[in-house]
């Protein structure tokens, strides 16, 4: 018995070292391809965007007197110097639909995205003189495209635009309290995430809204962001809104696009819990085939465990071909079918197919399907821990062990 112990757990080391090395070698490969490929889609799809509010400015001129050495004289000169002051903008009005389109690359699903984004913005010289007003806009990023860009004041596109170091810098002639309204609009792609801010730091903020459509319902916002004023649902997403009357913050408006289930992380987590299923299973055949009297061989112990590694190894590398539950399902049949063909042979039919093959459904099959759900990782183990536990102990709770 003691020897019989000991060939098991030998077994059981051996695989689960060979466990630790496939999932090393899956999240190598993740890894390396997700340094490689986000560069790629970076350059075909862009980079997360961060949309930052245009700021207005005007500029005054002022004659200084300034002290200079001159042939050895002190002489006093005039010179022009330009001040810069920034005036609040009195509105927003920006609309965002966003259509979210992953992208599979490798072992990895990317969240790409493309955005049409429409701003007009409220100009009011509240400064008492007639002056030009200089409106600066930022683009998002400085890898994306931007198509069907353009440039409008009250309504008459400007065309004569040329973006120097990322930005637009156009000024617009304002008479004393006078309203104007510039349009920004554009069509660009982006991955991961969007973002709109409010301004380089605490800003001031007065009549703003933004309208984000998306075509997904999983919305998500990320850390240092806020949630929208309003939300209401659509036919294939949601619409959000943001709305303030006269804020002062720095707060930022961000939107995650939804992950799909990555291939490579997943099956790398799957195969570095292997070992725990195994144990699970071992650990109720040993005490089944004992207290029957049913003589399994440790030969066979390897087969099976073997067979188990095959449903790991197969779905590392089926998963670059084929979605990763398809790979789930096949490799979980490949694996169930190989070891009751082969148990058939070695105790018979009936065991094989009932006690072996479903607790091989229930320790490989269903242990492994429970990474499908994030967060419920840990809850479905412990429950699978307590379920073995009540079995076993109900199944040998009138065995004399002494016998045994």
């Given at each position: 018995m003691i020897k019989r112990i000991l060939i098991l757990a030998g077994i059981f080391v051996c695989a689960t070292f060979a466990w630790m090395i496939l999932a090393g070698v899956v999240s190598t490969r993740t890894s390396q391809q997700d340094r490689k490929l986000r560069h790629s889609v970076g350059k075909l799809w862009g980079t997360p965007q961060t949309q930052l509010a245009p700021h207005l400015?005007?500029?005054?001129?002022?004659?200084?007197?300034?002290?200079?050495?001159?042939?050895?004289?002190?002489?006093?000169?005039?010179?022009?110097?330009?001040?810069?002051?920034?005036?609040?903008?009195?509105?927003?009005?920006?609309?965002?639909?966003?259509?979210?389109?992953?992208?599979?690359?490798?072992?990895?699903?990317?969240?790409?995205y493309k955005v049409q984004f429409d701003g007009t913005y409220t100009i009011q010289n509240t400064t008492g003189e007639d002056r030009d007003i200089w409106f600066v806009y930022k683009f998002p990023s400085k890898k994306a495209l931007y198509d069907n860009f353009r440039f409008q004041v009250d309504g008459k596109e400007i065309k004569e635009i040329e973006p120097t170091l990322q930005e637009i810098s156009r000024p617009v002639f304002v008479k004393a309290g006078e309203i104007r309204h510039v349009t920004v609009r554009y069509n660009s792609q982006g991955l991961d995430q969007w973002w709109y801010k409010l301004g380089e730091s605490v800003s001031r903020v007065r009549n703003f809204k933004l309208n984000l459509t998306t075509n997904f319902d999983d919305v998500n916002f990320p850390e240092n962001s806020v949630s929208p004023t309003g939300k209401t649902k659509t036919s294939n997403g949601w619409q959000l809104e943001w709305k303030y009357r006269n804020l002062i913050s720095d707060v930022q408006l961000g939107m995650d696009m939804p992950q799909k289930l990555n291939p490579g992380p997943f099956v790398a987590k799957v195969t570095f819990f292997a070992p725990i299923s195994l144990f699970f299973f071992l650990f109720l055949m040993f005490i089944i085939t004992t207290v029957r009297g049913i003589k399994i061989h440790p030969m066979n112990y390897f087969f099976i465990v073997s067979a188990f590694f095959s449903f790991h190894l197969l779905m590392s590398y089926l998963v670059d071909h084929i979605s990763v539950r398809m790979a789930f399902t096949i490799c979980s049949l490949v694996s169930i079918f190989l070891v009751i063909s082969y148990m058939r042979l070695v105790v018979g039919l009936k065991f094989a197919f009932l006690e072996i093959g479903l607790s091989q459904l229930v320790f490989l099959v269903l242990f492994s399907y429970c990474f499908f759900f994030e967060g419920f990782t840990g809850l479905v183990i412990t429950i699978a821990l307590i379920i073995t536990l009540f079995t076993v102990m109900q199944f040998t709770g009138r065995v004399n062990w002494e016998d045994v």
């Open positions: 400015c005007y500029k005054t001129k002022k004659t200084v007197e300034e002290n200079e050495i001159r042939n050895g004289h002190n002489v006093t000169i005039q010179k022009q110097r330009w001040t810069t002051h920034r005036l609040p903008i009195s509105g927003s009005a920006v609309n965002v639909d966003i259509h979210l389109k992953h992208r599979k690359k490798g072992l990895l699903w990317y969240a790409t």
